[in-house]
């Protein structure tokens, strides 16, 4: 599956996107994702992730125990200011 960073979630990951491995539900993906090294002089994405949204091949997603497949597109996007 590909995984995009948008905003505060791209500076804190350190990439615009990376593949994973599909077969796993998004609270597995998450917890991997906060496991990672925190990259120096960005946030936290543990705390990123905490106050993000999710879209999954373009469609809002809601329920954490959703099964990712190889294939899908899981956008991460943290809350945005402005308007």
Do not use: Y
């Amino acid at each position: 599956m590909l995984v995009r960073f948008f905003g505060a979630a791209k500076a804190a990951a350190g990439v615009d996107e990376e593949r994973l491995a599909g077969g796993r539900s998004l609270t597995v993906v998450l917890d991997e994702l906060r496991e990672r090294p925190a990259v120096a002089g960005a946030p936290s994405l543990s705390k990123i992730l905490g106050r993000s949204s999710f879209l999954l091949n373009e469609v809002a997603l809601r329920d954490p125990a959703t099964v990712l497949h190889d294939g899908d597109v899981l956008d991460i996007l943290p809350p945005f200011a402005g308007g």
